[in-house]
T-cell receptor
Framework: QKEVEQDPGPLSVPEGAIVSLNCTYSNSAFQYFMWYRQYSRKGPELLMY????GNKEDGRFTAQVDKSSKYISLFIRDSQPSDSATYLCAMSSGGGGSNYKLTFGKGTLLTVNP | GAGVSQSPSNKVTEKGKDVELRCDPISGHTALYWYRQSLGQGLEFLIYFQGNSAPDKSGLPSDRFSAERTGGSVSTLTIQRTQQEDSAVYLC????????????FGEGSWLTVV
């Protein structure tokens, strides 16, 4: 079992739809949870991060973490064609140790159709 | 500069040749990382620098791979005797401290070994 599982998609939605992207993980030591957006032939761009369980909202984006289920989600409201990209979840452990080392999902390719 | 800068952006090299990839982190970021993104493999951690020291080299795939950082700033990733399986995008990232929730990536160096 991989440490982080992410459905690769592809996911195709109409403009204005609510998009749900998800990852599951197996390492209970993970405490920081990040979402990155990666456009074609570009580097990953940090969208949001959440520490431990809970929700975090930033504009049209909401990140949720459920540590009891080892499940994280990113919701995109009122999706736009400019949201078309690959979305990567990433995680790291807290405290000293290897907090800096990110473990990534393989990414979900999202297309928002006008 | 405003972001992490990497060069070259694209490199095609013959099998057996050595290559050097350069990274210029965000000014003031003490932590620097190299990741590799291969088709179908997602992003994999290679090495972490704090200042000029590399306390974690655990992700380097073989002794053909090495990296250094000078002046607490620019880093070079060197791949000796390149193999076709080295073809990938090599991403550099930096953060103000060694914390997984504030890591910012460059655009990557796209390496093709023929």
């Amino acid at each position: 079992q991989k440490e982080v599982e992410q459905d690769p998609g592809p996911l195709s939605v109409p403009e204005g739809a609510i998009v749900s992207l998800n990852c599951t993980y197996s390492n209970s030591a993970f405490q920081y949870f990040m979402w990155y957006r990666q456009y074609s032939r570009k580097g990953p761009e940090l969208l949001m991060y959440t520490y431990s369980s809970g929700n975090k909202e930033d504009g049209r984006f909401t990140a949720q973490v459920d540590k009891s289920s080892k499940y994280i989600s990113l919701f995109i409201r009122d999706s736009q064609p400019s949201d078309s990209a690959t979305y990567l979840c990433a995680m790291s452990s807290g405290g000293g140790g290897s907090n800096y080392k990110l473990t990534f999902g393989k990414g979900t390719l999202l297309t928002v159709n006008p | 500069g405003a972001g992490v800068s990497q060069s070259p952006s694209n490199k095609v090299t013959e099998k057996g040749k050595d290559v050097e990839l350069r990274c210029d982190p965000i000014s003031g970021h003490t932590a620097l990382y190299w990741y590799r993104q291969s088709l179908g493999q997602g992003l994999e951690f290679l090495i972490y620098f704090q200042g000029n020291s590399a306390p974690d080299k655990s992700g380097l795939p073989s002794d053909r791979f090495s990296a250094e950082r000078t002046g607490g700033s620019v880093s070079t990733l060197t791949i000796q005797r390149t193999q076709q399986e080295d073809s990938a995008v090599y991403l550099c990232a930096s953060s103000p401290t060694a914390s997984g929730n504030t890591i910012y990536f460059g655009e990557g160096s796209w390496l093709t070994v023929v």
